[in-house]
């Protein structure tokens, strides 16, 4: 089993700055990705930014330039550094570790609010 844990996020103007960060624990597989998720009251959960475990990241064009995503591997921890935050970034940020060779394999965190206010 797979612990995710997540810190960070809050309430911030727009044009300000959060990071969030996850932690993961447990029964760690090596070949994943590691990244941030987010939901918006009434809307689907769409994919923010994702980092393989050697490096290749996907961004959402609506994040591109704007955010930055990291990782640690020897922590098993990745962080989201969000910058010129827009009120349309308000959602429910969920970190999520999934396998790159077994898709049934895919963790979430509890998820941490954003809210930007304009």
């Known amino acids: 089993q797979v612990q995710l844990v997540e810190s960070g996020g809050g309430l911030v103007q727009a044009g300000g700055s959060l990071r969030l960060s996850c932690a993961a624990s447990?029964?760690?597989?090596?070949?994943?990705?590691m990244g941030w998720y987010r939901q918006a009251q009434g809307k689907q959960r769409e994919l923010v930014a994702s980092?393989?475990?050697?490096?290749?990241?996907t961004y959402a064009d609506s994040v591109k330039g704007r955010f930055a995503i990291s990782r640690d591997n020897a922590k098993n921890m990745a962080s989201l550094q969000m910058n010129s935050l827009k009120p349309e970034d308000t959602a429910v940020y969920y970190c999520n570790l999934r396998s790159l060779l077994d898709a049934t394999r895919q963790y979430w965190g509890q998820g941490t609010q954003v809210t930007v206010s304009s």
């Open positions: 447990g029964s760690i597989f090596s070949i994943n990705a």
């Open positions: 980092m393989s475990s050697w490096g290749t990241i």
